[in-house]
RNA sequence: GGGCGUGUAGUUCAGUUGGCUAGAACGUUCGGAUCACACCCGAAAGGUCACAGGUUCAAGUCCUGUCACGCCCACCA
């Protein structure tokens, strides 16, 4: 079985055991890093020893973020790894630069989701047909029961993922204080006049039974008909909704449609139904549109409904709260579904002979983004919030008090708050905060408590979810708290929310605490497959996180998806993502060994040479760049930072060069700083590594976060790049000639420039190259048929046997491409415009540049000349 | 109907204030059990930068228009 490096004996005997018999005391030391084995372990320890938890009274600077509360009986979903991924990034990177840090999480109650979830559960196991069925409070008991059963899955989801949450200031939104936080406000904006109830026409859920917002109906293109028909002898309607034909009261034309004007004020009778309505004139009516004439149905539709108001028409209902047709329908209809009545009013009208015509039609449809059932505008008493702070939250994303990420949002953001329409806040739920108000006769009284006196009875709804979520910066939090760390730093969510949850939490915010929730708004992408489709449990097109965790550690699910995660772009995730971070861990994970083993024979320094110059100056370019990018919450361009400094810079080029001379103080070094600036990414291995390679006794979460500084220096920077180019020129001159990797030839090496420091670098390039000399010469005349390259700093000779013919033909297309460039980069110098008008700088690179070319041309069209 | 975003290699994406032969990763092809790692190493192939105009010495990049896709907002029945 495997065992981590920090169990053996020391790093001696380990690196010994590595070396020689893979073995320490008869047990196998695992190559592959399985994360398995050191993530829970880890997470445990950062608990047990409090890491994540926010100390009000720190004297150093705050740093605060508040967890999206997810739905408390929710599974975490990709889009919450995404999510939370990028907020303990922040937290723990803030941690390192010595903020005292607040990840304040906890969960949703989530009214109509939750609702509906056990509702469906319950019917299905038989228990009852409908809620009513219960009871109120029987009801709620079961929602209790199920939340105390599948509440808290999500958390332990998070915790899986490596999230530093403080866990002891979780919070739910039906907490007790929280609840009379939510109760609290409802009655101070009654008593301000923000709040009003009214009968009005509200978006009605059938399935839910129950009245939404604006914000929770989804409109979705839908594929249905125009129903043409006949009214009476001059007057055919169209309609997407025959159905709601039996609520009818009246036609309306525009007042000046000179084909209708005589009908004003006459009547016509309703078909199916025999009743008399008038025609009327209204100017909402757009006489281009179908035939001109509208059915006006003022119970069933916002339209007809203010134009009913405008001429004081009856409001027939004859479509139930529960999406049934009411008896007014009539008795052909009472009782069906309103689809079922859609098909049995065309068939009545067609035999009838009043259906004129039907035509396929595209139009847009209310769903239920809960239930997903049409919306049914329903005209019913429901209570009302005119929103308060709405100037000043418009001015705080003006002004940039409040950043949006990407700024993009907060055109959107504008748009819906100029155009802001009140909210209607009631629920015909029983899962919530219970409306504070109560009645008895004509009597309304909002407050905390109910009002003495007998006869009052409670208003049976309760409030919208997110009027409890809006209040989610601040009453999560108690005073010592808020003191400390509210406003909070960061938030990070879906752009999906942005009305549902983030406006309104700015205009909460001013409301209640006089100031901004928070600073900056970081909006995600969305995550969609590969074939560009939202990730949705009905597709089945999303992975469990869980699963990914398991196959490739939370560490490699993260980093995979950081890779891919552009700012404010959707991202189309794919498993392969999460296989690229399992293999740059495991990277991370052989790099730890070598450098273990390293330490085993060697003295811990020597003078730095070339490629510690190289690898230190690069390093400190990789401070400087990952820093910059996370402070512009470019996540994916910091993790592409490291990834290529990481993978191609140190282990690629640094650890291959220690292999020839290893330097143990600067592969720590820069290995140390990898951790650290790699532990918000990844915090599982990092800390592992940072314990293992004894680098501290303590955590790397409160490690320093590494601060660039001058290192390396620069002209041996440059050298050392050509020496790599001439190895990637040998490289290319073994593969092009088909020479076994195992053989070992012989390179000559004519430089043009830093033939002393390749003179150094000869072990270097031997080892590298597999070669059995490397012989540096400016002087170097090849003697027979020579394969050769050219880079920037020197001609490559691989002396050895080649087929003249390849060699020739490979050196004629070299040469052909120089030309080309040549002829390129002539023009454009000859181009009198260019010289005088561009910029000097660019006139200098290209003569250089031109100069370089005509020596390479040269040297190759010498070689051509031997090759003959 | 209005607004926003995106079109670059087979795929997913980089590409700074216009200025190297337009880059990377994954995939593909070729070679390789080398003593950190086959979850690996080395090399290669692969592009009319959606299209059409324009500005400029110079356009993937700036401007105008067109097309395609995606999202948000909007009570034409």
């Known amino acids: 079985s495997p065992v981590r490096l920090s169990r053996c004996a020391s790093v001696v005997e380990l690196a010994h055991a590595l070396r020689y018999n893979h073995s320490v005391m008869g047990i196998e030391i695992s190559k592959a890093y399985d994360p398995k084995t050191v993530e829970d372990k880890w997470y445990a320890d950062w608990l047990s020893k409090g890491h994540f938890t926010a100390n009000p009274s720190s004297t150093k600077l705050p740093y605060s973020i508040v967890i999206p509360p997810p739905n408390v009986t929710g599974v975490l979903t990709m889009g919450h ?35 509906t979830v ?54 739910f939104t039906m907490d007790e204080p929280y609840s009379a936080a939510v109760l609290r406000t409802f009655v101070d904006l009654y008593k301000k006049g923000f709040i009003y109830r009214g009968k009005r026409m509200v978006n009605w859920d ?107 028409l009856p409001f027939t209902v004859v479509i139930s709260p529960d999406g049934t047709m009411t008896k007014e329908a009539g008795e052909d209809f009472e009782g069906l579904d309103r689809f079922e009545c859609r098909e049995a009013v065309v068939e009545q009208l067609k035999e009838a002979g009043l259906l004129v015509k039907v035509e396929e039609y595209t139009h847009n449809v209310g769903h239920s983004e809960r239930t997903n059932v049409p919306i049914e505008p329903y005209l019913s008493e429901q209570w009302f919030l005119r929103y308060p702070q709405v100037t000043e939250s418009i001015s705080a994303v ?24 009140d909210w209607c806040l009631s629920r015909q739920l029983w899962w919530g905060h219970r409306i504070p108000v109560w009645y008895r006769g004509d009597e309304v009284y909002c407050g905390l408590e109910a009002p003495t006196g007998d006869g009052w009875t409670q208003d049976p709804d309760v409030l919208d979810t997110w009027f409890s979520s809006w209040l989610w910066p601040f009453e999560t939090m108690d005073e010592a708290t808020r003191k ?56 089945g097109n999303s992975p469990d996180p869980l699963d990914l965790i398991a196959k490739y550690g939370a560490d490699g699910l993260r980093f995979g998806l950081m890779l891919i995660a552009p700012q404010g772009q959707d991202i189309l995730f794919d498993e392969k993502r999460s296989e690229v971070g399992r293999n ?51 996540f994916n361009d910091a993790a592409k930072e490291l990834y290529d400094f990481i993978w191609g810079d140190f282990c690629d080029w640094y650890i291959e060069a220690s292999k020839v001379s290893p330097n143990i ?26 314990n293992s390679m004894g680098y501290a006794t303590s955590t790397i979460q409160f490690a320093s976060w590494p601060e660039a500084k001058l290192q390396g220096r620069m002209e041996i920077v440059i050298e050392t790049q050509a020496l790599y180019g001439i190895v990637t020129g040998g490289r290319q001159l073994r593969n092009d000639n088909g020479v076994d990797p195992k053989k070992k030839v012989q390179f000559a090496i004519k430089p043009s420039k830093h033939a002393d420091f390749f003179r150094a670098e000869t072990a270097f390039l031997a080892g590298i190259l597999n070669a059995e000399s490397v012989t540096i010469d400016e002087q170097y005349v090849s003697t027979g048929l020579t394969p050769s390259l050219v880079t920037n700093a020197a001609t490559v000779f691989m002396v050895g046997a080649v087929d003249p013919a390849a060699e020739h033909e490979k050196q004629t297309k070299q040469l052909a491409d120089i030309a080309k460039q040549i002829t390129g980069t002539e023009a454009k110098l000859a181009n009198e415009s260019f010289v005088q008008r561009a910029a000097p700088i660019a006139v200098q690179r290209e003569r250089e540049k031109l100069a370089m070319l005509r020596e390479q041309r040269e040297k190759i069209q010498a070689l051509l000349t031997k090759l003959v």
């Open 118 to 171: 056990v509702e469906k559960t319950l019917r299905k196991q038989g228990v009852i047909k409908h809620r009513d069925d219960l009871g109120r409070d029987k009801f709620l008991e079961k929602v209790w029961e199920w939340k105390e059963k599948h509440g808290g899955i999500i958390v332990q989801q998070l915790k899986k993922l490596g999230c530093s949450c403080d866990w002891t200031r979780e919070r």
């Open 398 to 421: 003006e002004t940039g008090a409040i950043k949006f990420y990407p700024e993009r949002w907060s055109k959107t953001y504008m748009h819906w708050m100029r155009n802001i329409r």
């Open 484 to 539: 400390k760390f509210y406003p909070t730093t960061d938030l990070v969510t879906g752009p999906d929310i942005i009305f549902l949850w983030v406006a309104r939490m700015i205009m909460a915010g001013y409301e209640y605490t006089d100031a901004k929730p928070f600073g900056t708004v970081y909006f995600t992408g969305i995550i969609r497959d590969t074939q560009g489709r939202k990730m949705s449990k009905s597709l």
């Open 81 to 115: 790894a995404l999510n939370n991924t990028l907020q303990d990034i922040l937290a723990r990177r803030k941690r390192m630069q010595g903020y005292e840090v607040l990840w304040l999480p906890g969960t949703d109650h989530a009214g109509i989701a939750t609702q």
């Open 665 to 690: 103080a600067v592969l720590d070094e820069v290995f140390g700083v990898i951790l650290r600036l790699l532990h918000p990414f990844a915090p599982f291995i990092t800390e592992e590594l940072w």
């Open 206 to 312: 059938p399935a839910g039974r129950t009245a939404l917002s604006d914000e929770e109906v989804i409109m979705t293109e839908t594929q249905g008909h125009l129903w043409h028909i006949r009214y009476g002898t001059d007057v055919v309607v169209a309609t997407t909704r025959p159905e709601t034909m039996l609520g009818d009261e009246a036609v309306a034309v525009h007042p000046d449609d000179p084909r209708y004007r005589h009908l004003i004020g006459k009547k016509l009778v309703l078909p199916l139904r025999n009743k008399a309505i008038p025609v009327i004139a209204d100017a909402a009516v757009d006489p281009k549109f179908g035939t001109g004439c509208v059915k006006v149905t003022p119970a069933h539709d916002l339209a007809d409904y203010e134009m009913a108001l405008r001429h004081k």
């Open 584 to 634: 740059f861990m495991n990277k991370l994970w052989n790099a730890a060994r070598f450098i273990q083993m390293q330490r085993a024979g060697n003295p811990p320094a020597r003078p730095h040479n070339a490629h510690d110059h190289r690898v230190l100056h690069e390093l400190n370019a990789v401070i400087t760049k990952v820093s910059a990018t996370l402070d512009v919450y470019k």
